[in-house]
């Protein structure tokens, strides 16, 4: 049983920087591919960037390029999306989530392990 639980959302002014936790139990995620997606209201779930557990090989989505940050923690089990120079647009509701295999994944369909999500809100 793996179980994903996200932290870290919350308000945040347009300029700002929040960084998002997913620790992750329930099994040894070597060999994984962890990611994140957001969903705004009324918007496609879409994905924002992910990484290798292993090799630590990352991608992210264009329009995160320079802003986001993913990295994760072996020791904690942990994975955390550091997010600087927040835009408006970037309000939704953030999820980690696993899947087994060493490539990056970009479609949510093909995770099957998915956290709860935490809301992330960019406003003044």
């Known amino acids: 049983q793996v179980l994903l639980v996200e932290s870290g959302g919350g308000l945040v002014q347009p300029g700002g920087s929040l960084r998002l936790s997913c620790k992750a139990s329930?099994?040894?995620?070597?060999?994984?591919?962890m990611g994140w997606f957001r969903q705004a209201p009324g918007k496609e779930r879409e994905f924002v960037s992910a990484?290798?557990?292993?090799?630590?090989?990352?991608h992210y989505a264009d329009f995160v390029k320079g802003r986001f940050t993913i990295s994760k923690d072996h020791a904690k089990n942990t994975l955390y999306l550091q997010m600087n120079n927040l835009k408006p647009e970037d309000t939704a509701v953030y999820s980690c989530?696993?899947?087994?295999?060493?490539?990056?994944?970009?479609?949510?369909?093909?995770?099957?392990?998915w956290g709860q999500g935490t809301q992330v809100t960019v406003s003044s």
């Open positions: 989530a696993a899947i087994s295999g060493g490539s990056i994944y970009t479609t949510a369909t093909e995770y099957p392990y």
């Open positions: 329930g099994r040894t995620f070597s060999g994984y591919t």
């Open positions: 990484v290798s557990w292993n090799d630590g090989m990352t």
